[in-house]
């Protein structure tokens, strides 16, 4: 066992580091360890704490909540402590958890089991219906009152008004930042030359803090809240009164559950293991919770963490290793994609050699140079990922990595879109390996599923000059292509059987075989049934394109752009004269509804339905939804903040203006 003396040396200087590492997460928002690393140190120092429990420093960081004071905003009492939570990495010690407490309290109520959202605790009291304050944890007994930031959140209400409402509670929860909006909003930063964030955490646990809420207001946050306190609740379990709360119009998850024994609390776990990595946010964990009110207030609570609840945290695979290089990849659009080449490594069972590197924010938001170690994490994508780089162990006088500028393919400048992270080959029509790319997608198993040609044989047909793009397939002959080396007699009849029945397949999978930027296969379906042949998509303008449902603005440029190219029309004449369906099969009903001959825009934000849920009525409804108002437009379907140059020139032109209630009241009422 350690000595006494090494004991007190160790627990001073763990004490001293986890101070530190506090604050740079609550205070600094830029951790410099991960979260894993973080609860090992914890784990170590409350061992020596049992162990020699003399030696405990006062105000340990074991014993107290780590502060996120900042002196910069006033600071408010919390009327329940808000504390933190036990964790652990193991089901062995949720077990544990559920024999220890089934000693001492009832488990008749259950479990509630939740998920463990990665961002900022806030606690919201509202008195009399409206919302008095927003606090930060704070110390976990005062906080700071971010009131005028939190108020920015759209889904956060300011009143409430619905029957049994208590006069006086307090309602707490997460504040965090979707995904998407903070991808969205590192690009944006990284655009006006400012430093990205490092995850979505530090980004809403910083925009918390900002002094301005106007610039809070700008950015993506969300909240979600989880725990309802008050002397007056509407429920003795805690579960009915997140039901409650959610009746009242507050944003709660979905994923809680009651689990009634400790095996379904462990299925719970692991049912939320890798379904987490398809929510639009960040979790890092289940929450365990006694659901029973009064029984959690007879288990109560520790300095830091109650009795009662637990959370366990998933643990990411993750492993440090050595970059030895950057290669980049083209793919069929022409983007360009960096890849990292590693010492190989083990993670999650399997020998990890290459790790997706993104683009070139990523490059830079890693900072990353040539021999650095770096940690590899295998997360929800296939493909691994490079997560952070240990800068303690950089070698002195290494290369930063730099983005390439030519093709490695065809030499070409590389090029980038303004509104785009990747960099792009503009060879198009050159670049052999775009070129190979395109035939590759075209004959893949969801486009047109021609089986017997992969990668290797359409290399083979383009060495020798047979294809230059997919139409040159319907070309081939078993004569031309059985001289080509491995190719028996055999496997070239099949080749071009296989080639000639695919001439039937359907027009939505010829579409998305065509590999146009944005348009998979959802949108290829829906193109597909919205235009019904490849003229009419072809001949469709940029406010056709958008008006159709789950088309956005990026894929009816890229369908603009690509049909506008005299090269693609060739194609598709060519396609369709070796006898492929250019056009839908069935014929389109035109929809006889309340909405015929109506032509429709719309506008604004709304509040009842999305945008797409609109375009979905009106069309449902045999609407025709356009982009810009003329005199031939029937009614502007108006939400909030519509562009006031639509609202101008609809005075000018008579167009009527219609709001959502008025509108889902016609589409009610005929
Ligand atoms: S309950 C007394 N439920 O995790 C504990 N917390 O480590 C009250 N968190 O400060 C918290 N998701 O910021 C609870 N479903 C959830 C949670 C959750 C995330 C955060 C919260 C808390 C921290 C504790």
Known sequence: MIKKEEAAERIKFLTEEIRRHNDNYYRNNNPEITDFQYDLLVNELETLERTFPDLKIAGSPTAE???????????????????????????????????????????????????????????????????????????????????????????????????GIPSLFTIRGEIYMPRDGFMEMNRKRIEAGEMPFANPRNAAAGT????????????????????????????????????????WGFRIPEEPRVCMTIDEVISFIRQWEHKRDNLPYDTDGAVIKVNSITEQKLLGSTSKSPRWAIAYKYKTERALTRLMSVSFQVGRTGAVTPVANLEPVPIAGTKVQRASLHNADQIRLLDLHLNDMVYVEKGGEIIPKIVGVDIISREENSARVQFITQCPECGTTLIRKDDEAAH?????????????????????????????????????????????????????????????????????????????????????????????????????????????????????????????????????????????????????????????KMRIDIPILSVDGLLSNRTIVISGQFKHHSRDEYKKMIEDNGGKIVTTVSASTSFILAGENMGPAKRDKAGKLGVEIMDEEEFLKLLKNG
């Open 65 to 163: 909540v780590g502060s996120d004071l900042t002196r910069e905003f006033a600071e408010v009492q919390h009327s329940y402590p808000m504390l933190s939570l036990g964790n652990t990495y193991s089901e062995e010690e949720v077990r544990s958890f559920h024999d220890r407490i089934s000693k001492s309290i009832s488990l008749e109520r259950g479990y509630v089991c939740e998920l463990k959202y990665d961002g900022a605790s806030i606690s919201l009291t509202y008195r009399k219906g409206r919302l008095e304050s927003a606090v930060t944890r704070g110390d976990g007994f005062v906080g700071d009152d971010v009131t005028a930031n939190v108020k920015t959140i759209k889904s956060v209400p300011h009143t409430i008004s619905a029957s």
């Open 208 to 247: 918390l803090k900002l002094l301005n809420p106007e610039t809070v207001a700008g950015r993506p946050l969300e909240c979600f809240l989880y725990s309802l306190l008050g002397e007056s609740l509407p429920h003795g379990e805690h579960y009915a009164n997140l039901v409650a709360a959610r009746q």
């Open 424 to 580: 792009y080959c503009p060879n198009r029509k050159g670049c052999p390996t775009q070129i190979k790319g395109r035939i590759t997608h075209f004959v893949s198993r969801k486009a047109m599923n021609i089986e017997g040609i992969g990668e290797e044989i359409i290399e083979l047909l383009y060495k020798a000059q047979l294809i230059q793009n997919p139409a040159d397939l319907y070309a081939l002959t078993t004569d031309k292509i059985i001289p080509l080396e491995r190719l028996g007699e055999k496997s070239a009849r099949n080749i071009t059987e296989n080639i000639r029945k695919s001439v039937n397949v359907p027009f939505p999978r010829i579409i998305y075989a065509l590999g146009i930027r944005h348009t998979g296969e959802n949108s290829a379906r829906i193109l597909a049934e919205s235009f019904g042949s490849i003229e009419n998509l072809s001949n469709a303008t940029m406010e056709e394109l958008t008006a159709v449902r789950d088309i956005g603005e990026k894929t009816a440029e890229a369908i603009s752009e690509w049909f506008s190219d005299p090269d693609n029309i060739e194609l598709t004449e060519r396609l369709k004269e070796f006898g492929l």
